[in-house]
């Protein structure tokens, strides 16, 4: 069977997307009920089939084009609920509690319980506030770049940005945890032991959604998404920051500060250990020091089917 046709359209990132969305369906075939695995790996088929067809078509017109560069942020957000419902079919043991053991050596302390001290509502509501922003710093750097017509820049931090997402999901299959908020602290109270000011509710709720915790679930324990280890908040800032400051983005600075609150709320908001935030730093080196030589093996791959150089098509990154 002849490839070739089909992979020398595809850029860094769809070939990214397709292996993540096909070792997927493998899992779900292996670990979730057959009813359910079938389901999703049909979405993750017709996924693979849509990239394709948004590589090949591109060129025929700018809404093609256009959807073709941002369709990894929806699919990145898919495969994290993917990844959901693998943990959830899984038989394997939280870690929370070698994390709290680390934590506790490192620190003597809880640092959750140490924090609250400091807590205040309107401490509460900035950090949270910041932390809710999440994606919101990830699509100031690719809508930067898009305006400026950087694709190549923009390409290859979408490709990175979607790599290291990946490998924090690879990180929460292999340590699932759900964080001291269900652990050292009682998540039923959490309202009313870090209460903010006006957002701070209705934002902690919407973050529980996309978590898959019901509104006032009894057992919110087993429906947590098991995404504790390593902090994946901290390691795509970070790699946000290292991006910002690589190609001086306009916004680098306000990314800074709303990026620094946010880490700082992964434990204060007792979502995090600060053992996950130190695996957080480790992957993003580990991302972007990876994510270069990955492309480069793409392209040379790419250049040596199509009998041209299309390295150049990342830019200068």
């Given at each position: ?75 990145i957000f898919f495969t994290f609920k993917e990844v959901y419902v693998i943990i959830q079919s899984m038989t394997y043991p939280d870690i929370d509690h070698v994390l709290i ?79 001291p908020r269900f652990t050292l602290h009682d998540f039923h109270t959490l309202d009313m032991e870090l209460p903010g000011l006006w957002l701070t509710e209705f934002l902690r ?93 793409w392209d040379s791959l790419r250049a040596s089917l199509n009998g041209r150089n299309v390295t150049t098509e990342r830019g200068n990154n």
């Amino acid at each position: 069977m002849n490839l070739a046709p089909f992979i020398k359209p595809l850029r860094p990132v769809d070939a990214l997307v397709i292996f993540f969305a096909l070792l997927l369906s493998i899992l779900h075939l292996w670990f979730v009920p057959f009813h359910n695995a079938i389901i999703l790996v049909i979405a993750n088929i017709m996924t693979c089939f849509g990239i394709a067809a948004f590589s090949s078509y591109r060129a025929h017109h700018p809404s093609i084009a256009w959807l073709h560069d941002w369709y990894p942020v929806p699919v990145i957000f898919f495969t994290f609920k993917e990844v959901y419902v693998i943990i959830q079919s899984m038989t394997y043991p939280d870690i929370d509690h070698v994390l709290i053991a680390i934590d506790r050596w490192i620190f003597g302390v809880d640092p959750t319980v140490v924090l609250h001290q400091f807590s205040s509502p309107l401490v509460t509501e900035i950090l949270q506030i910041a932390y809710t922003s999440f994606y919101f710093i990830m699509l100031t750097l690719g809508i930067e770049l898009y305006l400026k017509k950087e694709i190549g820049k923009f390409t290859f931090s979408t490709f990175t940005l979607s790599y290291g997402f990946y490998l924090s999901y690879i990180g929460y299959l292999l340590f699932p945890g759900v964080g001291p908020r269900f652990t050292l602290h009682d998540f039923h109270t959490l309202d009313m032991e870090l209460p903010g000011l006006w957002l701070t509710e209705f934002l902690r709720n919407t973050i529980n959604a996309g978590e898959s915790i019901p509104p006032g679930a009894a057992d919110a324990f087993t429906h947590a998404q098991r995404d504790v280890f390593p902090s994946g908040h901290t390691q795509m800032t970070l790699i946000v920051f290292y991006f910002a400051s690589k190609y001086k983005l306009t916004s680098r600075y306000v990314l800074y500060g709303l990026g620094t609150l946010l880490i700082i709320g992964t434990v204060y908001l007792r979502y995090h250990y600060v053992i996950d935030l130190f695996a957080g730093a480790l992957f993003m080196a580990f991302t972007v020091w990876t994510a270069p030589k990955i492309a480069r093996w793409w392209d040379s791959l790419r250049a040596s089917l199509n009998g041209r150089n299309v390295t150049t098509e990342r830019g200068n990154n």
